[in-house]
């Protein structure tokens, strides 16, 4: 049976290490750790793309832009959400809303989150009303309160427009 409505959930980590750039929700944050990753490494939109491409049972991120390829090495993660949301567009889906929640120790990241949801909408073509963007410590407890790294989880809903 033909379904119009449909979520999907994502979740992703990346490793913190000194003296890289912070890249997160599409905003680069002035700190002095950033994450370790092929791509800018912006965590946030990977877990986001995950969802979107859980919801239309797309595979995963790993699955459409492989780490293994130079084309995507150092890329702007912003790219990526775009193709993901013209990946659902051919299939006839639009999205719905998207809510994630981010688990870092440091830095505080309130004063961006507003800017993260600009980024994110543009980059989808939504309106900003449609995303949401949670970010939480862990209380010191694990890898993120340790500073290690950060995870982030997202859920998506699509809808047959
Ligand atoms: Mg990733």
Avoid at 21 to 45: C, M, N, Q, T, W
Avoid at 83 to 112: F, H, W
Wanted: proline share 2%; with cysteine; aromatic share 6%.
């Amino acid at each position: 049976m033909e379904c119009n409505f449909r979520i999907g959930h994502g979740y992703d980590v990346h490793c913190l290490q000194e003296g890289l750039r912070l890249v997160l929700g599409g905003v680069e944050i002035p700190y002095d750790k950033g994450f370790v990753a092929h791509s800018d490494g912006d965590v946030a939109i990977h877990a986001i793309c995950d969802a979107l491409l859980g919801a239309a049972a797309l595979g995963d991120i790993g699955l459409h832009f492989p780490d293994t390829s130079a084309d995507f090495a150092g890329i702007d993660s912003r790219v990526l959400l775009r193709r993901v949301v013209s990946l659902l567009r051919e299939r006839g889906y639009a999205v719905g809303n998207v809510d994630c929640t981010i688990r870092m120790q440091r830095p505080k990241l309130r004063p961006y989150i507003d800017r993260m949801r600009q980024a994110l909408a543009e980059a989808m073509e939504v309106e900003v009303e449609r995303v949401s963007v949670k970010a939480t410590t862990t209380e010191r407890l694990g890898f993120e309160g340790r500073e290690e790294g950060a995870s982030v989880s997202a859920v998506a809903l699509i809808y047959r427009a």
